[in-house]
Every structure is written in C-alpha cells, then in structure tokens.
C-alpha cells in the first residue's frame, strides 16, 4: 500500500514523536524493521522525478507485498534547514532525498548522521552504473568534503542550470536565442526598451545564487572552480571572476533586467511567472522541465547559458540513509530499484536526464533538445556545481548578500566582503575541524 501525505517538517521538529511515530512502529534506530519503508523526497507528482520515484515505489510494493511504504512529500527548503535536527532524533526515515555537496551531505555525514553506502555501492555495482564525475558528488571524506572517501548517497539522474525562453515573446519582438553574454544583453536591452522585464528571478532562493553563479563561470577556468569548490586552492573573492560577475549582476539590476520586487519572490513565484507568460525568460535547473511541458501554454524552448564552457550542475540530489534509520537494507533495495531501466528509462522519456538510462527511448523533441544541452555541457567536462556547496551555512549567505544586491543596500564590493567572510570561516571550520 502506498501512503502519501503532506507534513511540515518544521512541524515535524517540534511535535517529532507524534508527527512520525505514524511511519513505523519498529524498536530503537538502526534496528531492521522489515514491515515499513518510509521514504522522504521534495519532487512534484508531475516531475521527471516525481514519475520515476513512483515507478520505482511501484515495484517496490510488487516486489515487497508485505511491506508498507510511507511517503512524507517534504520542500527543499524544509529538508535544508531542519535535516541536521530530524536526524538526530530516532524517528527519521530510512530513505530520503538530500542535496549533495560539502554544505549539505558533507556535513551531515561528518557529523555520523548518514550510513555509509561503500559496501553497498560495490555489492550492488552503483560504482560501476556511475561515472567518475557523478560520483564526486556521492563520496565524502571525513570533514564531509565531496570527491573522496565513502559513499554516502547515490545520485540517479543528472541536473543543470539553463535558459528556457518564451518563443512567441521572442517571435514579437524579433529576437534570436543569443550565443554569446553580448548578444544575450542585447536581447534583454529590447524587452527592457518596450517595457518587458526579461528575467524571471527569485531573490529569496536559489535562483539569483544560480545566475550569479553563472555570470562568475563566465569569466572563470577550471581551476578557479576546484579552488572554490573543492578547495585546491584559495579563490580570490575581489579577482576577475566575481569581481566581474558581481558588477554585470549589479548592472543588470539598475538596467531593470530583473524585477524590483524579486528580492521577495521564492522559486516557485518565479516559475509561475514565468509559465504564465510575464516574463520572456528564466535561468533556471532542468528539475523545471516536467513541469513547463505540463503547464505553460505558449510555445517555449530552451538554450544552455550562453559566454561559457562551464555550467552550474551536476549529478542529480542524492539518495541517503539516515544513521538511526530502522530499515537501511530496505532503504539499499529502494535505492537500486531507482537505477533500474525501467525507472531509468522513464527519467529519460520526462527529460530527468538519467544517468543509467536509454537515450533510444526518447522521441519528443524538448526532451532531446534538453538532454542534448546536458551532453554539450559534459562533452566539455562544463559541470560546475552549484555556489552554496563549498561551506555549511553558504545557502543562507549567499541569497542575503544577493538580496543586497537585488534592493541596492550593498555595492558590488561589499557583496563579495560578505561572501568572502562566510566562505573563508567556513572553509577554516571544515578544515580544522
């Protein structure tokens, strides 16, 4: 039987026992409770991912009749900020959706809160399935730094920041998709000049970091991305690449390429807007594609950020097993279940850019433009990651300073103060810790 319910989970921290004491009534943390599964994940029903993750559960049940899996449909921005409290309580689930990265996974499994998935990755041949690059995000060392150590979650599908554009917007005003930062200017410059705000943003989430983001890899190297990223090396916030970012981002606010009011808008205002037809563009992940196909009646299409071989993205979020989970070998089957080719194969046909699939199986054209801008950007070895990775608390950062940015409070040069700061400590905590 598959259980599905809405819960908050800031609700779920403070009323911990009651809210999940529904999802399994198995004795202490990391015993085997073989009756239950309860899996936790933020995807819409409708989503490339949403769709797969109910295959995958579908299979489950037949394969499982005597288990029942419970579903807790969590936001992003509820596992974000209250992981670190849930899981330290014994009633968490065994399964759950997480954002990978030294901020996210990294911390929780320096912290013991995730099992570790090794053995498991080898026995099961998730190594094999996953490509190097894929599983930079899946290994993690002791202080919870991403590329190295053991495995701690498993990726499924692939994820990149792109633009989609509105094709009848464009066709009014005699626009071409731009191919380079210039001409991507120009274009907003005209909607700009007929009164047309060209960007769909969003200030109070993700979505300014993630173009701010790809303003900085427009004028950076790879070498620049493993200092930020990875740590090899020191990046320097007041260099060319942010210096330069920082200032166009800036420029594009005072030009009125981006919404006054945004500063307050979430991600999900942002694509309704966009989806709507209010604004002619958004710069945005692949994890939106599902839905505009779903919803948005004009004609639309889709082009990688223009000005650069580098890409926010990566692999896609991550599967993990919560230390004090009660059913960890129902969780690995789970996991496995989601890189099987028939929920693979769905990722593909949705455009949820799967990472084991068939790319034969996909015949409609959005779906092959998508997987096609994603394979450009790895043919080039072009994924970045995303900018709050490097640091636990960057998320939080990095949209304040934005938001600064956004209500003309702070100069480009105090911006990039506050992100240097916040990085730098951050960076001194991990490493010394």
């Not at 999940?20 to 990391?30: E, M, P, Q, R, T």
């Not at 096609?372 to 990095?398: C, K, M, R, S, T």
Request: hydrophobic share 40%.
């Amino acid at each position: 039987m598959l259980r599905s319910r809405k819960i908050s989970l800031v609700a779920a921290v403070a009323a911990l026992p009651l809210a999940l004491g529904a999802c399994g009534d198995a004795g202490g943390a990391g015993g085997s409770d073989d009756q239950t599964l309860t899996i936790w994940h933020y995807e819409n029903d409708d989503s490339a991912m949403g769709q797969a993750w109910a295959k995958a559960i579908e299979i489950f049940e037949e394969e499982n009749p005597d288990v029942e899996v419970v579903v807790e449909k969590q936001t992003f921005e509820q596992i974000q900020k209250n992981a670190k409290i849930v899981l330290t309580g014994d009633d968490v689930p065994d399964v759950m959706e997480y954002n990978k990265g030294n901020a996210t996974a990294g911390q929780l499994a320096a912290q013991g809160l995730l099992t570790p998935l090794t053995d498991a990755a080898s026995e099961r041949g998730w190594d094999e399935k996953l490509s190097g690059s894929l599983q930079t995000t899946a290994t993690y060392d002791e202080q919870g730094l991403m590329g190295s150590g053991d495995w701690y979650g498993v990726p499924n599908y692939g994820e990149f920041v792109q633009v989609y554009y509105n094709k009848d917007m464009f066709a009014e005003h005699g626009l071409e998709v731009p191919t380079t930062l210039d001409e991507l200017e120009t274009v907003m410059q005209t909607f700009a000049d007929h009164g047309v705000t060209p960007l769909a943003e969003a200030g109070a989430e993700y979505p300014m970091g993630q173009l701010w983001y790809e303003l900085v890899l427009a004028n950076a190297d790879r070498d620049f991305v493993d200092q930020y990223q990875l740590f090899d090396g020191d990046p320097d916030f007041h260099g060319p690449e942010m210096t330069q970012a920082t200032e166009t981002l800036d420029e594009w606010i005072k030009a009125g390429y981006v919404a006054s009011d945004s500063a307050a808008l979430t991600a999900e205002d942002m694509g309704v807007s966009f989806i709507n037809g209010t604004y002619p563009m958004m710069v945005s992940g692949s994890w939106w594609f599902g839905r505009i196909v779903e919803e948005m009646d004009a004609d639309w299409g889709q082009f990688n950020f223009p000005g650069s071989t580098l890409q926010v993205g990566s692999s896609g979020n991550l599967w993990v097993v919560p230390t004090n989970a009660d059913s960890p070998d129902l969780a690995e089957e789970f996991i496995d279940i989601t890189l099987r080719p028939e929920v693979q194969d769905i990722l593909a046909e949705k455009g949820g850019l799967p990472v084991a699939g068939d790319a034969s199986v996909i015949t409609d054209e959005r779906t092959q433009q998508l997987t096609e801008n994603f394979q450009a950007i790895l043919d080039d070895d072009g994924l970045a990651f995303y900018p709050d990775w490097p640091v636990p608390g960057y998320y939080d950062v990095i949209v304040s300073e934005l938001q600064s940015l956004i209500n003309q409070s702070k100069s480009p040069t105090e911006v990039l103060d506050g992100l240097e700061s916040a990085y730098v400590d951050g960076k001194a905590d991990l490493l010394d810790s």
